[in-house]
């Protein structure tokens, strides 16, 4: 081999390492899809009338644990979302009654089959009507196992988790806050119950569950208790 290909193959190898070296350097300056870096998504706007009564919605109101396979819409999600904790005025006032206006409740989405939604865990955000993405991939199993193995929570395209923060409420009102805390998820859960009846949606209020598991994979905080799952789908 003569002086020239040697030179050649020097350059090479000294391209390779400087182009490696500069991959892994960029590469780790990169924010990790993890719960620390999550994606924002806007949500559409929710509508604010119908053509089903709050009568009827009442009427009809049931709960249901079957659901066809069918996607849901960015539209249906946001309008759920919006009837869990919407922001309906100025001040911040949502859509569920709050002892004091102190919202302790948060508000999860966990995405498995919605259009315009990759698979996921999501922190709902009254303030902005938006999403953040916690975690990426489709948890509705392991969600399932940790509730008892309730194979409908896999089986619906999309399931609400409602957890608490009780520290906001009792800080004020003490060990009384407790209650109004529980009383505060019963509303969220039936706003939920009367969008989805308006929707012809199917959903059904869980309480069956393993906290510990169920935190652990949503990704909670520590101060957060897991309080309720409400899988949501069309009907069959």
Known sequence: MNVRWIYVLAVVLILILVGGAMFNYFKRDQPATDINNGEWVALPQPAYDSQTSIEKALIDRQSIRNYSSAPLSLPEISQLL????????PGGYRTAPSAGALYPLEVYLISGDIDQLTPGVYRYHPE?????????????RELSTAALNQQFIQDAPAVI????????TTGK????GI??????????????YLQAESLDLGTVFI??????QVRQVVALDQDEIPMG????GKLP
């Open 229 to 232: 799952i409400m899988p949501v």
């Open 179 to 192: 209650q109004y805390v529980h009383m505060e998820v019963g509303s969220v859960a039936e706003n939920i």
């Open 173 to 176: 009102y003490g060990q009384r």
């Open 128 to 140: 902005g009507h938006k999403l953040e993405q916690l975690i990426e991939g489709d948890v509705r």
């Open 161 to 168: 988790l409602i957890s608490a923060v009780y520290e906001r």
């Open 207 to 212: 309480g069956a569950f393993h906290d510990d």
């Open 82 to 89: 919006w009837a869990a904790q919407g922001i309906t005025r």
